[in-house]
């Protein structure tokens, strides 16, 4: 708030300078989000995403690192704020720019619908897997026939594009194979169309299908993961392209980063020392509900304490453990009591996602 600002005299001025702020504005725009999921039919939004089905997958995640889509999957902590600003962009630049141009584009020799669904199975090795998701808009002729596909994305700058990302063409094939057997046609031909943040330009790509890339991109990608989560196997940290891990929400857990001791870890518990967002902690624990907060994010987030309970620090050295409030307020460290009394130097910690997960599990069963 600007202090040189004075609204003296003015009521409604100082109220709305009183009440404009982080705070309130957080409020009002989770309200509102509540509000348009429920006003859109989608009012699952608004609770925990449940585990996704191991043998079911979206075609928005075919082809990327089978170790980020399995900690997705399996509903790990995000360690990054939620990009809500990108998604948004997103979706207003497919609402109010590519669909009014596709609509321009086609009049007068066809249409533009928003979206179509496709859900059907793929029969593999590892028995039936199903395909279920959600076009971008799709060019159709009078009755609603699919003739063409797009994919919207957007990017801070498309200036130096020069071919669509492969999981683009994973999802777009994806689409094409589930419209043509819905419709009994051959929907083989779509358009990976990229808009600028920046500056409101595009740059589309032009897609065939293909059947060798088909079996690459989708049959392999989706047998492979199926096979990871059957076997509740963690997939290896082998991204095909390494700037995945850079926009990556899992990049402590998976151990590309060198601000932490974690490496390898599976989907389950919440990692000490990382700088959660307050949201993505709240989203977790609503998620799953045997799970507690740990100690230092009770001393960073005190208010999470009236919703959740809260794990007791473990010490570094004895096995006993220590109420979370039994230290000075703002301290997240002290030393264990236990061993201070046999003259020992020990600190206490958050207990590891291990441990975390036992307890969790010994509580599900109570
Ligand atoms: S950090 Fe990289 S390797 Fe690890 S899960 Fe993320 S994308 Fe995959």
Known sequence: MNSNFSPEGNSVVEFVVDTVGTGHFDDWQNEREFRENIRTGKPYFNTPPPVKPAKQHNPSQLNQCHRKIYYRQLNAPDERESPDGIFWTGTKFEEEVAMPYLEAVVRGQGYVRNSMWVDYTLDTEHGDIRIRGETDPVIVDSESRPLLLTEIKTKRSVDHLTAPNEHHVAQLFAYMEGLSREWETEVREGLVIYGDRTNLSIKPFFIRFDSKRW????????????????????????????????????????????????????????????????????????????????????????????????????????????????????????????????????????????????????????
């Open 215 to 366: 079996d690459e991109l989708v049959i392999r990608w989706a047998e492979s993961h199926t096979e990871y989560r059957l076997n509740e196997e963690l997939p290896p940290a082998a991204p095909e392209f390494p700037w995945e891990c850079e926009f990556c929400s899992y990049r402590h857990r998976c151990g590309q980063s060198d601000e932490t001791h974690h490496k390898d870890l599976g989907p389950d518990g919440i990692l000490p020392g990382i700088d959660y967002p307050e949201e993505r902690i709240v989203e977790y624990l609503r998620a799953n509900p045997n799970y507690k907060l740990l100690p230092s994010l009770a001393t960073v987030f005190p208010d999470l304490t009236d919703e959740f309970q809260v794990h007791d620090w473990v010490c570094e050295a004895c096995p006993s453990t220590t109420p979370y409030d039994s230290h000075p307020t703002g301290q997240t460290m002290q030393q264990c009591p236990h061993c201070r009394e046999r003259g020992v130097c020990a600190s206490l910690q958050d207990p590891e996602p291990e441990v975390q997960k036992s307890l969790a599990a010994e509580r599900s069963h109570d």
